[in-house]
Each structure stands twice: as structure tokens, then as C-alpha cells.
């Protein structure tokens, strides 16, 4: 999809549609037909359609490893997927989250997580960068120091070695973190389909002042020359990579990313 054709769409989509509060993640299970938790503080900020297109992402028969960077409502949503036996025995979630004190409040926001973190198959991480402010923005932070915002993207010790089928981006260091996922994404060998290919959802991708600003937009937008912009979901976007990328390509614009903490 052109970039330009893009921020029109978004643009309309802003024009219509009011900022998303959070909503229970039970009522975006039982649309779908799915058991619910019957936990009422676990909520998602996301809107019913965006919502639903992680939910089908999760539940694709081809997604063994989700990894998502920033968590919240999306952590309690996969957890209770686990816990209520709808994804694979082999699945495996990895939540990643800057601020220890967010991850404490989530722990006892509801029991979802601490419970499917028992089951072996949710692994909450805290990617350290030190002190951390308002939604997880790492303070004092230096655009050199690549070491503290990599403890954070990089994915390298978080996978245990598997690959990634479906990466959700909603915290810090957005782009680099879908440059990261570029290169732990699980590439099935002589099969070209959209429904086996490993995707990332990138939250937020759109401009609807005063929150995601033009600056923000533009930063996102690089990450589509090496993925395809497959649709859109309100402000959820679904990428897919693509087939031919330079590595090197990648690396030297991961480097340059490391240096940006703006979600």
C-alpha cells in the first residue's frame, strides 16, 4: 500500500473515529465466540477491530511463538488463550516491558498472567533500561547508548532460540523493534502464503492529534521497505515481510532506530 494513499486512509479513520479506551478483554472474546475470563479489570486499549485482528492472529494454526514489546491488556488476552487451552501445546508468548513497577501492577491487575506464567508457556521479561518514566520512557536516555535500548529490543536472549510467527509492537522503540522481529521471524521454507507467514502488528499507526503526531507516522513508515503493508485494522497495522531484504539493510537502519525511545 503507497504511504501516501495510507495517511489519507488514517486521516479519515481519525476523523470518525473517538480514541479508544480500554475495554474488557471478555467482551472482544465472547464476539468471537471464544470462552471468556471473567476477569473485569482485564481490559486491552484497543478498538473491537483491532482487537479481533490480534485475536485471529494469535489463534492461527501456524502460530507457535508470539513476542510482544509493551504490555498490558494484549499480555492478559494471550495469557487467558493459554489458560483456556485454545492455543498449541508448543506455543510459547514472550511479553516484554521497560518498567518493573508496570509489570508488578499488571501481575496483580488480574490473575491471568501470573497464571499462565506458570504454565511455562508465558514468559513476562523485564527489558531493563534503567530508570523509567511515563510509559516506560527511559529517562535520561543518550541516543548512543545502544546497550541499555537494546536490553529492551533485542530479542537475541528473550526467544530461547525459537522464531517468531506473530510480533506485536506497542511500547518504546517501535521501529526498532519491527527491525529487530525482521530478523527472528520464522521464514517457511518454499511456502509463499499470507496464511503461514510470520506477521508483526504495529499499534498506533496512524496521525490523530494530539497523541500520534506527523513525526511519529513518518518514523513508522520506515520500516516498509522491508515489509509489506498488508491492511488495516483502524490504527492496527498488519505487516508481512518481505521476500528479498538485505540483512546488512536492516542492521544499519536497526542501528540508527536504537537511538529512538518515541513510541
Not at 486512509?9 to 471464544?34: E, M
Not at 502460530?63 to 487451552?85: D, N
Not at 520500516?223 to 490504527?235: I, V
Request: glycine letters at 8%.
Amino acid at each position: 500500500m503507497n504511504v501516501h494513499i495510507h495517511l489519507l486512509t488514517v486521516l479519515a479513520i481519525a476523523q470518525r473515529k473517538q480514541t479508544s479506551s480500554a475495554q474488557p478483554i471478555d467482551r472482544l472474546l465472547g464476539q468471537q465466540g471464544l470462552p471468556i475470563s471473567e476477569e473485569p479489570n482485564a481490559t486491552v486499549g484497543m478498538s473491537n477491530a483491532e482487537g479481533v485482528n490480534l485475536i485471529k492472529a494469535l489463534l492461527r494454526p501456524a502460530t507457535r511463538t508470539y513476542i510482544e514489546w509493551g504490555s498490558g491488556g494484549s499480555t492478559e488476552l494471550v495469557s487467558w488463550l493459554v489458560l483456556s487451552g485454545r492455543m498449541r501445546p508448543d506455543f510459547r508468548a514472550v511479553s516484554v516491558e521497560s518498567s518493573a513497577e508496570w509489570m508488578a501492577y499488571m501481575r496483580g491487575r488480574s490473575t491471568l498472567i501470573r497464571r499462565a506464567e506458570q504454565t511455562g508457556q508465558m514468559k513476562y521479561v523485564h527489558g531493563s533500561m534503567g530508570q523509567t518514566g511515563h510509559l516506560g520512557y527511559p529517562k535520561g536516555f543518550i541516543s548512543s547508548d545502544h546497550k541499555r535500548s537494546l536490553a529492551y529490543v533485542g530479542l537475541d536472549d528473550k526467544l530461547g532460540g525459537r522464531k517468531a510467527d506473530v510480533a506485536l509492537v506497542d511500547g518504546r522503540f517501535r521501529l526498532a523493534c519491527m527491525l529487530e522481529a525482521f530478523k527472528h521471524l520464522r521464514r517457511p521454507h518454499n511456502v509463499h502464503s499470507d496464511a503461514v507467514s510470520p506477521i508483526v502488528l504495529l499499534h498506533d499507526y496512524a496521525v490523530i492529534p494530539p497523541g500520534l503526531h506527523q513525526r511519529r507516522f513518518d518514523e513508522y513508515s520506515r520500516a516498509l521497505q522491508f515489509y509489506d503493508l498488508k491492511w488495516m485494522n483502524d490504527t492496527l497495522a498488519t505487516l508481512m515481510p518481505k521476500p528479498s531484504v538485505s540483512p546488512t539493510a536492516v542492521a544499519a537502519a536497526l542501528e540508527r532506530a536504537l537511538g529512538r525511545p518515541d513510541r
